[in-house]
């Protein structure tokens, strides 16, 4: 499982921006979202390079969590 903190999240709508970016990363199985925290937490085996990029594109900066 994958930590990301995305940085900008003030809503629902955001926070399924974030959803539908990372659903759309190969070897993505699984995106949770916590809008409270600014936190993702995906389950797969993405490229996590892609899957930054990916959920930066759509608005959103993102870093993983160590």
Do not use: R, W, Y
């Not at 900008?8 to 809008?35: F, I, P, R, W, Y």
Request: charged residues 25%.
């Amino acid at each position: 499982m994958l930590k990301l903190k995305v940085d900008d999240m003030s809503c629902g709508h955001c926070a399924a921006t974030v959803t539908k970016a990372a659903q759309n990363v190969a070897g993505v199985e699984k995106v949770d979202v916590d809008l409270a925290k600014g936190e993702a937490l995906i389950t797969g085996t993405p490229d996590i390079a892609a899957l930054i990029a990916a959920i930066d594109d759509a608005g959103f900066p993102a870093k993983e969590i160590m």
